[in-house]
């Protein structure tokens, strides 16, 4: 009983490492950063500064580290599964009466007599999964990076401060600089390598969150 209490405990504990989420940002699925480029010193003299020059045929879209730019959020997924199995296998043995030299089998004076026997095995499996999400919304985000082929690393989040909780949006990534609209907007289906999490704080968030007790009877650890 002792042994039997240890080791649920022990389950339990290690249902928070069984079910921890998967985390962006994994150095294995990082995207081949090109090689740097030194970049050259600025020029810059008593009115003509290069870190706030504006070109008067520019047409204001961003394009330097520290600019900004709206990401309008439009992801939507759908996804449907369907599989369903059926297997079954019968079989039939029949023994004849043994003999030995042409004479029936006896055990302690009784004859063995023919025997026969049959199995059938059956199984039956179905399976259906249907998923979509959607994600709708703004969220304006700085250069941090311009790469020396030109694409331009962004990223920034946003936090709604609620009365129950707070609720995030955070967001990063690769865009090209053609693909940014004259408002200086950009879709966040064109967001290369994108990093998009939506979450919350507070009691709402948390009521939501299925406790540590029942994460175990779901978890892989529960032997029923």
């Not at 150095?27 to 020059?53: C, D, E, K, M, W």
């Not at 043994?98 to 179905?126: C, H, K, Q, R, Y």
């Not at 311009?146 to 129950?164: A, D, F, I």
């Amino acid at each position: 009983m002792k042994r039997f209490v240890l080791v649920t405990i022990v389950s339990v504990l290690m249902v928070g490492c069984v079910n921890k989420p998967v985390k962006p940002d994994r150095p294995y699925y990082a995207p081949v950063a090109p090689q740097q480029l030194q970049q050259p010193r600025p020029v810059n003299g008593s009115i003509f500064n290069a870190a706030t020059n504006i070109d008067i045929y520019s047409d204001g879209r961003a394009h330097r580290v520290g600019d900004i730019i709206t990401i309008v959020l439009s992801e939507k997924t759908q996804s449907s599964k369907t599989a369903k199995t059926t297997a079954d296998k019968s079989s039939t043995l029949s023994l004849p009466q043994p003999t030995i030299l042409g004479n029936a089998l006896s055990v302690f004076g009784a004859p063995v007599s023919a025997s026969s026997g049959a199995s059938t095995n059956e199984f039956e499996g179905e399976g259906k999964s249907d998923m979509s999400n959607s994600l709708t919304g703004d969220i304006t985000v700085t250069v941090h990076e311009v790469l020396p082929n030109g694409v331009l690393s962004v990223r920034g989040e946003k936090w709604l401060q609620l009365n129950q909780g707070d609720e995030y949006i955070q967001i990063s990534g690769l865009l090209r600089p053609q693909d940014i609209a004259s408002d200086n907007t950009i879709s966040s289906t064109k967001l290369a390598d994108a990093r998009i999490g939506y979450s919350g704080t507070g009691g709402v968030h948390d009521t939501n969150t299925m406790g540590w007790l029942s994460k175990f009877f779901v978890s892989p650890l529960w032997p029923f």
